[in-house]
């Protein structure tokens, strides 16, 4: 609730939600839960580092950090090369997270 009320004392006609996808290079860490190998769109290859997501509320004057999540690829696959792969399946209840995030956002204007 105190995020909804700093939020509507901050809201202006040009805020927004911003979400960004960012990954934290850890070359020399060895993979475990959260150091894996991502793809680096930025850099256009493979990278081993930790991937976040965030979310925040941008303004002409602010950023306020809403929500954010350490990406764990929870999920090990065959490819079709015959290799195994990772993926990042999201649960229930992460998803009803990041929803309870999305809702905040209904409150405010953008």
């Known amino acids: 609730m105190a995020i909804k009320l700093t939020l509507k004392s901050i809201d202006n006609s040009n805020a927004c ?3 960004d ?3 934290v290079h850890k070359p020399h860490t060895q993979p475990n ?3 894996e190998h991502y793809w680096d769109r930025t850099i256009n290859k493979s990278v081993k580092g930790i991937n976040i ?3 925040t509320y941008q303004t002409k004057d602010i950023s306020f950090p809403i929500n954010y999540r350490v990406i764990r690829k929870n999920q090990t696959i065959i490819d079709k090369n015959g290799k195994e792969a990772s993926l990042y399946l ?3 209840d992460e998803f009803l997270n990041y929803n309870s995030s999305i809702n905040i956002y ?3 204007k953008y």
Do not use: H, W
């Open 17 to 19: 939600p911003y979400f």
């Open 21 to 23: 996808d960012t990954i």
């Open 33 to 35: 839960e959260i150091v």
């Open 53 to 55: 997501l965030s979310c």
């Open 90 to 92: 999201i649960t229930d």
């Open 106 to 108: 209904k409150t405010v």
